[in-house]
């Protein structure tokens, strides 16, 4: 029994090593086989690259060939090309060569005749003056005498022919002259025909009842007083309806006052402090408003680049006049007038332009500075730069000074034409003005004198002094003073009134 099992345990054991064996042989030949398939396919793939390289081989070398060739038969076709250029530039060349040849040959000709024909000229000078002296010589006379005497002899003959012709051209040309002069006056004065309203020195300021004529008196007449001192105005309440009336001589003044009393009858507190401040308010508004007045004249004239300040002065002539006429307008008058006339002339329109509006801006601080409204203007001008030239042309307006240029008569011709049109000026008006401006200008003179208002149509003279430098007896004397001073410059009718007004504030703050 064990030898069966040993047996069959053997036979087990070389069962197993033959199937191993077995196993590993077959193996070995399927390996075999697919190492065979691997390389047949290797060398196919081989052969077939080796293929495709000869092939592509030949089409690059076709086509090198055919490169060449193109490259051979470019080459060939530029040679040709070359040899054809070559042979038009020696043509060429051979061309110039021949003119060049040919020029010179006729500048060698041209010289030879230049120096003939120099010959020939200073031949003919020498027969010339060889002629000349034989003929002084027979006529026993120079060549500068024979001329004077041939002059003398065909102006003898036709003098009294020039001067007729000379007279009858000078008074036709004078006729002419007039003539274009009173065509070009005219077509100015056609072109610009304003109205023109004459400026008064009253105000009239409606009221919604009578009632508030009282309030605006005050008590004893406080508030009317209080509004007459700070405005500088003469406030007339009348038997008129539902209007009080603001007398002065000063436009700025009477507007302020009006401004100031239409907020206090709007507002309906009419007391002294309210009444100090709505005149400080007002005084404000009216500086704005002649700032704006300027800019205005200044938009409507075409005249930029003023400096601010002057224009405020220009505004200022807004509430001016001259023999009743508003100055600023009869300014813009003047600076249509002017270019009008600057255009016809062919003078310079802008520094005309300029010179109108500006001529009469002394007349916006005359009543404030010594001298006269010309001589103020030109200092105002000078001291703002203006160009020296507006200066000439605006200075010569009232004859002062001599017509530099031809802008200069432009502007004066342009002032009368504006101030001589009917209607435009008054005379009595502008006199009764300027008495007014010389009662103020002489008060103001003395020292210590605040500020001075001429009120009453210039029958009276209200002095504020300051109280720190005017004592009560220094006061009376001043307005002793002042009445001999009007007494002997001032002309006038009747007698004028002159009250010094001393008055003394205290003004403490509790904390």
Not at 77 to 95: I, P
Not at 137 to 149: F, P, Q, T, V, Y
Not at 431 to 459: D, M, P, T
């Amino acid at each position: 029994m064990v030898d069966f099992s040993l047996s069959l345990l053997f036979f087990v054991l070389g069962a197993t090593i033959l199937g191993l064996v077995i196993g590993y042989i077959a193996r070995q030949n399927i390996a075999k086989r697919k190492i065979g398939t691997i390389e047949a396919k290797l060398e196919k793939m081989m052969a077939d690259a080796k293929e495709e390289a000869k092939k592509m081989l030949g089409e690059a070398r076709e086509k090198a060939e055919r490169v060449l060739d193109e490259a051979k038969r470019e080459e060939k076709e530029y040679k040709v090309q070359l040899s054809k250029s070559e042979e038009r530039l020696a043509r060429r060349e051979e061309s110039i060569d021949k003119r060049q040849a040919q020029t010179n040959k006729e500048a060698t000709l041209l010289q030879d005749k230049i120096k003939k024909i120099q010959e020939i000229k200073v031949e003919v000078e020498n027969l010339k003056t060889r002629t000349e002296k034989e003929l002084e010589n027979i006529a026993g006379l120079s060549r500068d005498d024979a001329k004077n005497m041939l002059l003398e002899k065909v102006e003898s003959q036709i003098k009294d022919d020039v001067l007729v012709r000379m007279h009858k051209m000078e008074k036709y040309g004078k006729e002419e002259l007039e003539k274009k002069a009173r065509e070009i006056m005219i077509l100015s004065m056609q072109r610009y025909s304003s109205s023109q309203a004459s400026e008064v020195s009253t105000t009239s300021v409606p009221l919604p009842n009578d009632e508030i004529k009282g309030k605006i008196i005050g008590k004893e007449g406080r508030n009317i007083r209080t509004l007459e001192r700070l405005t500088g105005v003469e406030i007339i309440v009348d038997d008129t309806p539902e209007a009080i009336t603001i007398s002065c001589f000063d436009p700025v003044r009477r507007q302020i006052a009006k401004v100031a009393l239409e907020k206090l009858i709007s507002d309906g507190r009419i007391q002294p402090a309210r009444i100090e401040e709505t005149v400080r308010d007002a005084e404000e508004a009216i500086k704005a408003k002649i700032q704006e007045a300027g800019e205005a004249a200044t938009y409507e004239a075409g005249i930029v680049g003023l400096d601010p300040k002057l224009i405020h002065i220009i505004g200022r002539l807004a509430f001016r006049t001259s023999y009743g006429q508003n100055v600023l307008l009869h300014s813009l008058e003047m600076v249509h007038i002017g270019a009008m006339l600057a255009e016809e002339l062919g003078a310079d329109v802008a520094l005309v332009k300029k010179a109108c509006l500006l001529h009469d801006v002394g007349k916006a601080v005359d009543h404030q500075i010594q001298g006269s409204h010309v001589e103020i203007g030109r200092r105002i001008l000078q001291k703002f730069g203006m160009d020296e030239k507006i200066v000439e042309a605006m200075q010569a307006h009232h004859e002062e000074y001599p017509y530099n240029s031809i802008e200069s008569r432009i502007v004066q011709t342009a002032d009368a034409l504006s101030a001589s049109r009917p209607g435009a000026r008054r005379g009595t008006l502008e006199h009764y003005l300027k008495r007014l401006e010389e009662l103020e200008k002489i008060a103001n003179s003395f020292e210590g004198v605040e500020k001075s208002y001429a009120i009453q149509a210039g029958r009276e003279i209200r002095v504020f002094v300051t109280p720190e430098k005017i004592d009560d007896l220094t006061g009376k004397k001043m307005a002793r003073d002042i009445a001999d001073r009007i007494e002997q410059e001032i002309k006038f009718p009747g007698e004028i009134k002159v009250t010094v007004i001393r008055e003394m504030r205290a003004i403490e703050y509790a904390k």
